[in-house]
């Protein structure tokens, strides 16, 4: 039977595409341009994973906000808005702090609105389509995702491959466009059930096997650092930075095509299974990545990777869906999630940090694999 899709989830899912143009334009040159300005690959771990952190403090609450006061649509509009106007602050910083601030503000932005605008897209889905959704919603978030390297690309080509600023002040107009659709977004409204308890640790009971999977995702996160260093790795090996942007622009075309499927095949082999494997060529990936001495084989590595990110974040979303019913309760539920996924971006992109300035730019992602392994093992019991 042909799915019909909800308009809503069409414009939430544009959002997502023109901030992920932005916002990958951005984060794909980063690193290179923080080693321009004399950070060290410690320093930027520690940029990364405490800017992740940082949101993953407001994931939880901007959750339980949006299930006690029902106002998903203007919180996910008021996320949007502060990223966009936080990136604008990277046209004047000059000093590795000034990133690190920026950074901190901007994901401040992604942990306010990532909780309710998941919550919109779930309350518009039943079991019978939420991974086609959230796989629909993903596939266009990652064609953003795809076209902001590539433009970057074609910034550095025209400005110069050095002149990252130039990438920060196009990166500013695709960030304005996304806020201003979201306008357009009706919710659904939601009956609410007053005997119920209204305090958040009574919300925050969702069930046995939602608590064991977010463990089993607490250990595959502590693996899965920032791809930043990805990024610098592949500047290690010799590579370009304009081939750099071209290969995440491979990865995130991959990615962006293959989510609705994979989406849409999680609804028939069950969602378990799917992330499982998912989890298994993450472990491929990385250490691949830590073997690879070559840049051309990068390309291969790139798009294994793709595969991986497409069987991750939106089946995992349409996992808990699956887990927590009440959608009373889902902002909740998926505040907790994305918390403890970002709660372990600190400790991951810090210790990634360390393992590639300190031992080997390689162990990183030996790391990673090794934990990605036990996380899918402990999944099976979930």
Known sequence: MKKRLNPNVIILGLASFFTDISTEMITKILPLFLESIGAGGAFIGVIEGLAETIASLLKVFSGYISDKFRNRKWLTILGYAE??????FLLIVNTPVGVLIVRALERIGKGIRTAPRDALIASYTDETNRGFYFGFHRALDTLG????????FWVLEKFGRTNYREIFKFALIPAVVAVIILFFVQEK??????KKSSGFFAKAKL????YLFLVAILIFTLGNSSD???????????VASTTILLMWTLHSLIYAFLSTPLGTLSDKIGRKTTLIIGMAIY????????LTKSGNFLWFVFSLYGVY???????QKAFVSDLVTDNEVRGTAFGIYNFAVGIMAFPASLVAGILYQFIAPSMPFYF???LAIIASLLLLVV
């Open 83 to 88: 990223s966009t106007i936080a990136k604008a």
């Open 145 to 152: 995702a795809a076209l902001g390297p590539l433009l970057g």
């Open 189 to 194: 409204k939601v009956i609410v059930d007053l």
């Open 207 to 210: 069930g046995k096997r939602f």
């Open 228 to 238: 930043a260093f990805i990024t610098m790795y592949s500047s290690s090996l010799g």
């Open 283 to 290: 472990g491929i990936s990385y250490l691949f990545f830590a």
């Open 309 to 315: 990110y497409a069987m991750s974040e939106g089946i």
């Open 368 to 370: 990673g694999g090794i």
